[in-house]
């Protein structure tokens, strides 16, 4: 199994531009998830998507963030315009349903790791 | 509100040593508790979790302890090997279902001197 996979793995713009990320999540896992991690932190969570429907968006800057599940599947995530403070590595995090051991473990892509100059 | 730390930004320890990683949770309603390893350009790795109704669970060299009355678990790790090499989070949630939501500490440093 491919496992959640992430794109691109790296990133490098200046500021003002815009950026996307793109995230394909374990195949059967209903709830995806976007995380951001500054350096030397731990990831913070941006948003959830229960199949296609965002249902925690509270951390998701919204004046410049945006992201789409349109078919419960894949996803992307998007800023525009970029600022010096969005570098960070983007994790894309996917789980299944269900109350057996380790049904909700998130299981994490890569990142994707972005740098505004 | 929730929020999760670890007592040690940094360990070291010697090969084949035991490690134990500490974290601490503010939040008494927080009934699930998970370990994720990092390592250097890769995403979190799970570890091992633990619900509130449980104060240890084992897995393969990893055990995990749970401490409500203090707010307190800690991830042990049995014969500590180069591999292990890595950044430790502890994260935490309260409820689950529509209300899942992990909260991450900061992470600790694991470096196995050989």
């Known amino acids: 199994e491919a496992g959640v996979v992430q794109s691109p793995r790296y990133k490098i713009i200046e500021k003002k531009q815009p950026v996307a990320f793109w995230c394909n999540p374990i195949?059967?896992?209903?709830?995806l998830y976007w995380y951001r991690q500054n350096l030397g932190q731990g990831p913070e969570l941006l948003i959830r998507?229960?199949?296609?429907?965002?249902?925690?968006d509270s951390q998701l800057p919204k004046d410049r963030f945006s992201a789409e599940r349109l078919k419960g599947v894949d996803s992307t995530l998007k800023i525009q315009p970029a600022e010096l403070g969005d570098s960070a590595v983007y994790l894309c995090?996917?789980?299944?349903?269900?109350?057996?051991?380790?049904?909700?473990?998130?299981?994490f892509g890569a990142g994707s790791r972005l740098t505004v100059l | 509100g929730e929020s999760v730390g670890l007592h040690l930004p940094t360990l070291s320890v010697q090969e084949g040593d035991n490690s134990i990683i500490n974290c601490a949770y503010s939040?008494?309603?927080?009934?699930?508790f998970i370990w994720y390893k990092q390592e250097s350009g890769k995403g979190p790795q799970f570890i091992i979790d633990?619900?509130?109704?449980?104060d240890k669970r084992q897995g393969q060299r990893v055990t995990v302890l749970l401490n409500k009355t203090v707010k307190h678990l800690s991830l042990q790790i049995a014969a500590t090997q180069p591999g292990d090499s890595a950044v430790y989070f502890c994260?935490?949630?309260?409820?689950?279902?529509?209300?899942?939501?992990?909260?991450f500490g900061k992470g600790t440093l694991l470096t196995v001197n050989p």
């Open positions: 998507y229960e199949n296609e429907e965002a249902v925690d």
């Open positions: 994260a935490s949630s309260i409820g689950g279902g529509s209300n899942y939501k992990l909260t």
């Open positions: 633990i619900r509130s109704n449980m």
């Open positions: 195949s059967g896992h209903n709830t």
């Open positions: 939040n008494s309603a927080s009934d699930y």
């Open positions: 995090a996917s789980s299944g349903r269900g109350t057996a051991p380790g049904a909700n473990v998130l299981t």
